[in-house]
């Protein structure tokens, strides 16, 4: 028996369907608007006994992670006949605060982010953080939550003073959309393109210049402010980390492993493999042999090959292999017999339609 990490096609976006145990899954966001559509679609040729998760989790309220829900799960133009969560992970509102969300029912004031508040008016009559009594998912005491069948997932980030950050951005992103007329009910209380051509590296030394370049904190607080999750079964350990920033995934899993690097089998690499959020500290904090990029290289064509060099330069495992969901021009430059064989590394490519699959078998 497996556990099988599928990173759907999401276009610059995350959509992650892990699959365990007897019928157990779990979708960790659901792309574009488009993404969510087409998700809806692949729903739909199951068996209705195949349309229910233990859980959801959306990571944050970007819409290349939030957008798939909305459009599959909470409007979708046409529902998904027995489509059932068991728990839905996600942080509104009241979560940026500490508290819990208002019941459905109460009458809403002007506050909040455009899209979370339109999952959150869904969300009220839903399964809700119950993991964390709807309270927020933050990392606090780091103890793992039992899943049943023998996973457990353990929140890494945000921190609770990630969430505050988020505040001022949210309001004015939802004033925005009541501006326009997108929202009439809202919760009570309340980055640059890449370059276009491949870099220059002809020797060991080219990688270790690019590797050490300087690069801007990414600015976004949604970003921020995404949960982060280490999986752990039969002993194999996934750390799947969103958009998240580097220090905050830094500071988690220094807090996990007393400062040691963490091993892992896999990990997704937070922000679609931006230099913003791949640090010479975060490389170093972890121990893995297969880093996943989750981009077509729509918009801001990811990865950046300044965060490709950081992993290379600075990781702790030898022939690290880098794993594409879907194949891309950005992405393509690193299918490269020279480059491979020069810095020790290895490649593998999902497919546009079905992405990319990882299946773990017990350590």
């Known amino acids: 028996m497996n556990l099988d990490i599928q990173f759907l096609n999401a276009r610059q976006g995350d959509a992650i369907w892990i699959r365990w145990g007897t019928g157990r899954q779990i979708m960790i966001d659901m792309g574009t608007h488009q993404t969510g559509v087409k998700l809806a679609e692949r729903l739909r040729e199951l068996p209705k006994q195949q349309r229910k998760f233990d859980l959801l989790v959306v990571t944050h309220v970007d819409v290349d992670h939030i957008g798939g829900v909305l459009s ?3 409007e979708p133009a046409e529902l998904v006949e027995d489509l059932a969560f068991n728990d839905v992970w996600f942080n509104g509102w009241e979560h940026l605060s500490g508290k819990r969300p208002a019941s459905e029912g109460v009458r809403l004031e002007p506050m909040g982010g455009a899209q979370g508040e339109a999952f959150a008016k869904w969300l009220r009559n839903q399964p809700w953080n119950e993991a964390f009594d709807r309270g927020p998912v ?4 780091m103890t793992p939550i039992d899943m049943g069948d023998g996973l457990a997932l353990t929140v890494i980030a945000p921190s609770q003073a990630r969430l505050e ?3 001022p951005d949210w309001k004015e992103d939802v004033k925005a959309a009541i501006d326009r007329g997108d929202l009439d009910e809202v919760s009570p209380g309340l980055e640059a393109m890449g370059p276009s051509t491949p870099p220059v590296l002809e020797t060991k030394v080219d990688l270790e210049i690019l590797a050490e370049k ?3 904190k990414d600015p976004s607080k949604a970003n921020g402010s995404s949960i982060t999750l280490l999986l752990e079964w039969e002993k194999r350990r996934v750390l799947l980390t969103g958009d998240g920033f580097a220090d905050e995934l830094h500071e ?3 807090a996990l492993n007393n400062g040691e690097p963490v091993k892992l089998d ?3 690499t937070p922000h679609h493999g931006s230099r913003q959020n791949m640090t010479k500290a975060l490389v170093e904090a972890v121990d893995c042999p297969l880093w ?3 981009s077509d290289g729509t918009t801001f064509r990811h990865p950046d090959a300044q965060a490709i060099a950081r992993i290379l330069q600075f990781g702790a495992h030898p022939n690290p292999t880098l ?3 879907t194949p891309s021009t950005f992405n393509g430059w690193w299918n490269n017999d020279v480059w491979r064989e020069l810095f020790g590394y290895q490649v593998r490519y999902g497919t546009i339609d079905d992405g990319l699959t990882v299946s773990l078998t017990p350590a």
């Open 165 to 167: 950050a988020l505040k």
């Open 266 to 268: 896999v990990i997704k």
């Open 138 to 141: 933050v990392r606090s005491d």
């Open 292 to 294: 996943v990029f989750s």
């Open 214 to 216: 300087s690069a801007p």
């Open 252 to 254: 988690g899993l220094a």
């Open 323 to 325: 794993a594409f969901n």
């Open 72 to 74: 599959c799960v909470s």
